[in-house]
């Protein structure tokens, strides 16, 4: 089994910057990709980045694309998503995620985090 724990969401001003953190935990060694996916009120959850377990950059959602930033810390078993230029439209919660397949659904999930951008 594999435990994963998002921190550092947080109340912040459109513009302003946020840093995620998904700290991971148990059989991390079988973990291939981990992903960080958020749901706003009233609409489906939806992916918006994933890194491979050795850093790997493997997707970003257009619409965060030059604004957020997957990265990894491997002696830290932690995932970061850095979130700069912030807008309204980012509010949700924020998941992180892990799979130890290449493809197809992640197995493991954290309990979320609340984003929350002000106009």
């Known amino acids: 089994q594999v435990q994963l724990v998002e921190s550092g969401g947080g109340l912040v001003q459109a513009g302003g910057s946020l840093r995620l953190s998904c700290a991971a935990s148990?059989?991390?060694?079988?973990?291939?990709?981990m992903a960080w996916f958020r749901q706003a009120p009233g609409k489906e959850r939806e992916l918006a980045g994933a890194?491979?377990?050795?850093?790997?950059?493997?997707y970003y959602k257009d619409s965060v694309k030059g604004r957020f930033t997957i990265s990894r810390d491997n002696a830290k078993n932690t995932m970061y998503l850095q979130m700069n230029s912030l807008k309204p439209e980012d509010t949700a919660v924020y998941y992180c995620?892990?799979?130890?397949?290449?493809?197809?659904?992640?197995?493991?999930w954290g309990q979320g985090t609340q984003v929350t951008v002000s106009p």
């Open positions: 148990g059989r991390t060694f079988n973990i291939y990709r």
């Open positions: 995620a892990a799979s130890v397949g290449r493809v197809g659904a992640y197995e493991y």
């Open positions: 890194i491979t377990w050795s850093g790997g950059i493997l």
